[in-house]
């Protein structure tokens, strides 16, 4: 299952720094893509407000 960024990302970047297949692209908020996603959890383990989490 792919992770998703909820609203309490402050669009810090640290997320899309530590994915290994570059699915996470910049925007209002940082927005993953759920087909390059592998449901890693590196975006979480990185992020310092827990943004990120399994849909």
Do not use: F
């Amino acid at each position: 299952m792919a992770y998703k960024i909820s609203d309490e990302c402050i669009a810090c970047g640290a997320c899309a720094a530590g994915c290994p297949v570059d699915a996470i692209t910049e925007g209002e908020k940082y927005v993953i893509d759920p087909d390059k996603c592998i449901s890693c959890g590196a975006c979480a383990e990185n992020c310092p407000v827990g943004a990120p989490s399994e849909e």
